[in-house]
């Protein structure tokens, strides 16, 4: 559910919006690359530092890394320069890479593969499917309400949306299954974790 309009709020307008924005006042095409490529090396930094990594509760990390795909939205909502609205988009690159990598681990550790396509399904259908509506309305609403309005409701969701994720207990309770491990202690890897107190 997050997602699902994670995308049609906070995403769209980054990828919609951002690029005219770039060209009005950011500096145009030449520097909106630039922070596009700033994005690209921020997602590569974090998952080199992911590789090897196992954190006990991979799923608080990823939601944390969430957070990250709002912080683009407000430099542009505050109309800032351009350095400052690279920052945000290494930093949403860093923890887009970290939250997709964990997630997608942790579905494929804690998920049956016989269920994986359909709980997979359940999970892409509503953020791709819903979310592109945003791609569709973004520019309206911009010429309606301004474009500092539709970036400000983007990144006050994706914020709250992530906070409200990371307070569900299924989230923040769930540990890494490591298979080797149990497969090597006779326990089945769909079985709950062992609990380590």
């Known amino acids: 559910m997050q997602f699902a309009f994670f ?20 500096g145009g095409a030449a520097v909106w690359g630039v922070i596009m490529a700033v994005q690209g090396t921020g997602a590569i930094v974090a998952g080199l530092l992911s590789l090897g990594r196992r954190p006990r509760r991979p799923m608080v990390i990823a939601t944390v890394g969430t957070f990250c795909y709002a912080l683009p939205d407000i430099p542009m909502a505050l109309h800032a320069t351009a350095p400052w609205v690279a920052a945000a988009a290494f930093a949403c690159g860093a923890g887009a890479s970290l939250s997709n990598t964990l997630f997608g681990t942790t579905l494929q550790q804690q998920v049956p593969p016989d269920m994986l396509a359909r709980v997979s399904s359940l999970t892409l259908f509503p953020a791709y499917g819903i979310g592109v509506i945003g791609y569709a309305i973004d520019g309206p609403l911009a010429g309606a309400f301004g474009p500092q309005a539709v970036f400000g409701v983007g990144a006050a969701y994706g914020l709250l949306s992530s906070a409200a994720v990371l307070t569900l207990p299924s989230v923040r309770a769930l540990r890494w299954r490591d298979h080797d491990h149990e497969a090597d202690a006779g326990l089945d890897p769909m079985s709950p974790p062992l609990d380590p107190n």
């Open 7 to 26: 995308n049609l709020i906070t995403w769209a307008p980054w990828m919609v919006l951002g690029p005219v924005l770039g060209r009005a006042y950011l």
